[in-house]
């Protein structure tokens, strides 16, 4: 006999978490809480997002060695998903890659690559927690073997416990730079330079709403005072950067704010400013987006609790607005909250506000920051015609400039018909912003004006072999 | 820049039809306002696969693509710049022997209309096309088809035509439009343009305008799927189209992989096309079989668009049936790319003389009506 159940026509409504860090694990314990079991999909091999990166079997070392300060955090984000998933609490889906999001009528359908084989996915409601990537910007010799991304140099780092070279440069513009510069001198290397392209005053002058965090605040403080009494000083105001070498990164020439340039041997540069967040399966959710001035990005719209505009679509964490660790967590949970509440689901209003009084405060604290670590115009100003900016297709700044004067493209998507710009592995990920920067500076347009790069499916590649049945067996 | 609303010939819409048609015009010193929904070339004509084909056509409709075929050629004088084609002919597989027959038949009907087609047999192709697959039973190549980067052909008519002294309004949207005793007036955001003739080459949007001239086309909006591959080592040297037309192949030389085939998805009242992933997937197996050396490339692009399908897959082309001085040039079924250069000349010819050196009886609008309805219903 069976039991009676609900009727068979009364499904659950699934919910699919995209992302396994900070915000990603928070969605997920929120919602095993209130009795929903989401599926958590992550490309990554294990949980824990960029921040509370695991190392692979075979390289796991104290969390104290790899998170530093962060390893409290990083145990206890590691230790939530595990107990989530020994409760079969969670569904989880490591490896898995999701490479388009497609609406039909009221539900998504997710097109996943697991294994190097396809797999679909539907799904009634989704929160995006996919996170950032480093921003990168075009410099001579950006393309040398040899330079990495901060986030690339951290990721080795943190995975494999390997340093980019025995000479390592690290340049940035946001609080990843006193962060790696830390943990490089952590594990015995001392950086042969740090440089920020940010200026010091600026610094000082976002002290005020710095304060509104100041666990945070002590933390930068404390890394970049640190790294100077560790013989490791970071020079602020770098007004430019030029990776030196042949075949590969032999040295590094800057100039300084007193005017002063400067020239260094080193067999390693990692360079990064600031964060971009990982947007494209919210492009292709049909989320609609905002550009944001004070980080100088594009960004899906969101209400105050992570609704994006399309309904049964949340955005929580940096892949919605660059905010960190902690408002990751915090804004998991309030957009797990935001989907229960939407569906019916009892929640506690307390803990609501809680969240929001939490997120406020953290916000004027990502707006100090922001303006601490402002988008160094200075080195997209001046980039000489030659530079490469996107390296897929191996356009330079000059054919960009040539294309923008000849045929008059109106905005960013138009500029990549023409040029190519953005047309290879990376769908332009990577110099997709650089080009609506230059758009903006040579047609006279604005940045806004300039527009986006559209998504387009797939948004990483994937291998034709994932489509042939043969490969399925694996 | 103050805009003089009245011209002699008006243009609905800026694909390459309705661009090579503005280019046409004004070179014979008409007045031309071309008003264009989005950006010139930002519909079909940008988005194409780029195949610049004659072989396959029906027969009706070679005359103007062996016509086109020949502009081509010229192409990049008439535009001032490069549009990257490339005749690297076209091969048709036949997969079957029944495949084959087609071909055969097809390439007898073709030398009737002109269109010359080498046939090539089992051993021959294996021998002249080595990176065919196994698969592949025979082939008919058209020597001098090709290919060109549609993204930029449609644009670069545009800009020509701006040189030439058209008035080129883009993100403009016509919403509607009426004879008047002494031509046509069309509603174009808040202006009103007053033109002597108006021509009809909305792609998708063009049987709406038909509409409201009486003219019923049953067009159905045709999006077909495109995918592209990360450039792999240049092999496929001819532009590949099978019998049955379910997949489309080509290669560029800096190496990417364009395929083709089957339908995306979208809503075209929207504008909004994409790929569909079901295609895809169906298309990837068929690709691999044709071009085995392609099996290890990844992915990296996807898209659609929208073209304007009519129920015997013939263009719509010539003059209203209902209004004199409205002409109408849409529909194209999918490759209308091949034929934009001679589209804008025929345009252009239909406006200045009233008629076209080329035969346009098969593309007449009111065969899908029956006799006498269009008039009536004007
Ligand atoms: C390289 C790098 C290093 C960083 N290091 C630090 C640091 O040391 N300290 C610090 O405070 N902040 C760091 N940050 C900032 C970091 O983004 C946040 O602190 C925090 O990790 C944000 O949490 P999140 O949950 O929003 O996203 P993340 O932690 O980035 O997690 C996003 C997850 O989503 C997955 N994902 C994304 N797209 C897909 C997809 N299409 N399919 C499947 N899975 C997907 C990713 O694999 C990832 O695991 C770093 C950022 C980057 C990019
Ligand atoms: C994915 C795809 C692949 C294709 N592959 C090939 C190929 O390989 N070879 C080939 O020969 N052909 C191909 N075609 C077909 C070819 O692209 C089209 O037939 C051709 O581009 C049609 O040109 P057009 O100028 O008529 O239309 P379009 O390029 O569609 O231009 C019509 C324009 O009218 C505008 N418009 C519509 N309504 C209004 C209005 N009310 N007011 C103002 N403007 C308006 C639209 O915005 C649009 O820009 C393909 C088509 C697609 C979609």
């Known amino acids: 006999m069976t039991l009676p159940g609900p009727p068979a026509n009364v499904r659950r409504t699934r919910v699919v978490i995209i992302g396994a860090g900070p915000a990603g694990v928070t969605a997920a314990a929120t919602l095993a809480r209130h009795g929903v079991t989401p599926i958590v999909i992550d490309e990554a091999a294990k949980p824990g997002g960029q921040i509370y990166r695991q190392p692979p079997d075979g390289a796991a070392r104290p969390p104290r060695e790899i998170y530093g300060f962060d390893a409290a955090k990083a145990t206890r984000i590691h230790g939530l998903f595990k107990d989530l998933q020994s409760a079969a609490k969670i569904d989880y889906r490591s490896q898995t890659l999701v490479w388009n999001i497609t609406r039909n009528e009221q539900r998504f359908r997710l097109d996943l690559l697991h294994n190097g084989v396809q797999a679909t996915l539907d799904a009634d409601k989704i929160i995006l927690a996919t996170g950032a990537v480093d921003r990168a910007l075009p410099f001579p010799g950006w393309v040398l073997p040899g330079v990495f991304t901060l986030g690339a140099a951290q990721i080795a780092l943190k995975s494999q416990g390997v340093a980019i070279g025995r000479r390592v440069a690290l340049i940035g513009a946001g609080p990843l730079l006193p962060l790696l510069v830390n943990q490089y001198l952590a594990v015995g290397i001392k950086p042969v330079a740090a440089l920020d392209v940010a200026p010091f005053i600026a610094k000082l002058r976002a002290f005020g709403g710095l304060a509104a965090q100041p666990a945070t605040l002590l933390k930068g403080a404390y890394y970049t005072a640190r790294a100077a009494a560790l013989g490791c000083a970071i020079t602020s105001n770098v007004r430019s950067i030029r990776a030196l070498g042949d075949s590969r990164v032999t040295g590094l020439a800057y100039a300084t704010a007193d005017g002063k340039t400067h020239e260094i041997a080193c067999d390693g540069i990692a360079a990064s400013f600031g964060l971009r967040s990982e947007s494209q399966l919210a492009d292709l959710a049909g989320c609609r987006f905002e550009f944001d001035n004070a980080s100088r990005q594009w960004q899906p719209l969101r209400d105050r609790v992570g609704r994006s505009s399309v309904s049964g679509v949340y955005i929580a964490g940096d892949g919605a607005a660059i905010g960190g660790a902690d408002v990751a967590e915090l804004a998991g949970e309030q957009a797990a909250l935001a989907l229960l509440d939407d569906g019916g689901t009892p929640t506690s209003v307390e803990r609501r506000h809680t969240l929001d009084r939490a997120l406020r405060r953290q916000s004027r604290f990502r707006r100090a920051l922001e303006s601490a670590y402002p988008f160094p115009a200075h080195l997209v100003a001046n980039i000489p015609d030659g530079l490469i900016i996107c390296r897929c297709e191996g356009i330079t700044a000059g054919q960009l400039r040539d294309s923008i004067a000849r045929r008059h493209p109106t905005d960013v998507n138009r500029l990549k018909a023409f040029s190519r710009l953005g047309m290879g592995r990376c769908q332009g990920r990577m110099c997709g912003h650089v080009g609506a920067e230059l758009l903006a500076a040579h047609a006279g347009c604005g940045i806004v004006e300039a527009g986006r790069l559209r998504a387009q499916p797939p948004i990483k590649p994937i291998p034709l072999t994932s489509a042939l049945a043969t490969e399925v067996s694996s | ?378």
Request: aromatic residues 6%; contains cysteine; neutral net charge.
């Open chain 2, 1 to 378: 820049m103050t805009l003089a609303n009245t011209c002699d010939v008006a243009i609905i819409g800026g694909g390459t039809a309705g661009c090579a048609a503005a280019v046409h015009l004004r070179r014979a010193g008409m007045q031309v306002i071309l008003v264009e929904r989005d950006r010139c070339g930002g519909g079909a004509s940008g988005v194409n696969f780029g195949g610049v084909r004659t072989q396959g056509r029906n027969p009706v409709e070679l005359p103007l693509a062996i016509r086109s075929r020949a502009i081509w050629s010229t192409l990049n004088e008439l535009l001032g710049e490069d549009v990257e084609f490339d005749a690297t002919g076209h091969l048709k597989l036949a997969r079957s022997p029944a495949d084959m027959a087609e071909l055969e038949a097809y390439a007898l009907l073709a030398r009737e209309a002109g269109l010359d087609l080498t046939l090539i047999g089992p051993n021959a192709i294996r021998a002249e096309v080595p990176w065919l697959g196994a698969a592949v039973v025979g082939a008919s190549l058209a020597p001098n088809d090709g290919q060109a980067n549609p993204r930029l052909v449609a644009p670069a008519y545009a800009r020509l035509a701006r040189r030439l002294g058209v008035d080129i309004r883009e993100q403009t949207s016509v919403t509607a439009a009426r004879r008047t005793e002494h031509g046509f007036e069309i509603d174009a955001a808040s202006a009103t343009i007053t033109s002597r003739l108006l021509i009809n080459t909305a792609g998708m949007g063009a049987a709406a305008i038909a509409r409201l001239f009486g003219e019923e086309v049953p067009l159905e909006a045709m999006m077909p799927n495109m995918v592209v591959t990360e450039p792999v080592p240049y092999i496929a040297t001819r532009s590949i189209g099978v019998c049955g037309g379910d997949i489309y192949i080509r290669q560029i030389p800096r190496g990417n992989v364009i395929f083709g085939g089957g339908r995306g998805g979208g809503d075209w009242m929207d504008w909004r096309s994409r790929s569909s992933t079901e295609t895809t997937l169906t298309n990837i197996p068929k690709l691999v079989d044709i071009v085995p050396a392609f099996r290890d490339a990844l992915i990296i692009r996807s898209w659609s668009g929208i073209d304007g399908l009519t129920p015997d897959k013939l263009p719509v082309i010539g003059p209203s049936m209902t209004t004199p001085g409205l002409l109408h040039a849409f529909g194209f079924c999918g490759s209308g790319f091949q034929l934009g250069p001679v589209i804008g000349e025929i345009l252009a010819e239909l406006a200045l003389k009233g008629g076209s050196s080329s035969p346009l009886d098969a593309f007449r609008i009111d065969r899908f009506t029956q006799p006498g309805l269009a008039a009536a219903t004007a």
